[in-house]
T-cell receptor, first 115, second 117 residues
Framework: DGGITQSPKYLFRKEGQNVTLSCEQNLNHDAMYWYRQDPGQGLRLIYYSQIVNDFQKGDIAEGYSVSREKKESFPLTVTSAQKNPTAFYLC??????????????FGPGTRLTVL | AQSVAQPEDQVNVAEGNPLTVKCTYSVSGNPYLFWYVQYPNRGLQFLLKYITGDNLVKGSYGFEAEFNKSQTSFHLKKPSALVSDSALYFCAVRANFMNTGFQKLVFGTGTRLLVSP
């Protein structure tokens, strides 16, 4: 899992609560990403950030929010507007997200369960 | 549409036998292809990538992949499987995201590899 940490490993949320998932990297990477993984569906992009203080919506951004105030940190908030938040959440980073072809490095993931 | 297909949900192989995990892609322009492995409740680990050059790409843990442009395939292979290779394998391709100029990774749905002793 390289130099990317995610916390907590397991998270339980009650209906109507917002929760924040932490992602930190010490790889000095410019680009960071959040994915959602559901069984049989592969990974889907929630948000991405190509540089500090900038972020963009991915394919399934509704009900989620992010910030990128520091290069090494990219927290994801799952809001009460996300109707089906139970999933495995993966954070990733890469040197950059331009037309270069560097691979992404992934954190260990956070499993979120709605009670 | 830009996509990746992994036609097999699961591949079973005996230890010591060769293994193949299949991947086909659909993307405009030159394809940039990746293979990742995921162990239970863990993040994805990079195995190898194809950008250009030799069609046979060698990667981590003895894995290799063969790029075939005419068949739009990028199958993952290993000459001799180990029980410890049992995991979930994802194929991915770089693809343009809308008209943003950003290139995202499009992942397949994954193939579970089960290596029996």
């Amino acid at each position: 899992d390289g130099g990317i940490t995610q916390s907590p490993k397991y998270l339980f949320r009650k209906e109507g609560q917002n929760v924040t998932l932490s992602c930190e990297q010490n790889l000095n990477h410019d680009a960071m990403y959040w994915y959602r993984q559901d069984p049989g569906q592969g990974l889907r992009l929630i948000y991405y950030s190509q540089i500090v203080n900038d972020f963009q919506k991915g394919d399934i951004a509704e009900g989620y929010s992010v910030s990128r105030e520091k290069k090494e940190s990219f927290p994801l908030t799952v809001t009460s507007a996300q109707k089906n938040p139970t999933a495995f959440y993966l954070c990733a980073s890469s040197i950059d997200s331009g037309p270069s072809y560097n691979e992404q490095f992934f954190g260990p993931g956070t499993r979120l369960t709605v009670l | 549409a830009q996509s990746v297909a992994q036609p097999e949900d699961q591949v079973n192989v005996a230890e010591g036998n060769p293994l193949t995990v299949k991947c086909t892609y659909s993307v405009s322009g030159n394809p940039y292809l990746f293979w990742y492995v995921q162990y239970p409740n863990r993040g994805l680990q990079f195995l190898l990538k194809y950008i250009t050059g030799d069609n046979l790409v060698k990667g981590s843990y003895g894995f290799e992949a063969e790029f075939n442009k005419s068949q739009t395939s990028f199958h993952l292979k290993k000459p001799s499987a180990l029980v410890s290779d049992s995991a979930l394998y994802f194929c991915a391709v770089r693809a343009n995201f809308m008209n943003t100029g950003f290139q995202k990774l499009v992942f397949g749905t994954g193939t579970r590899l089960l290596v029996s002793p």
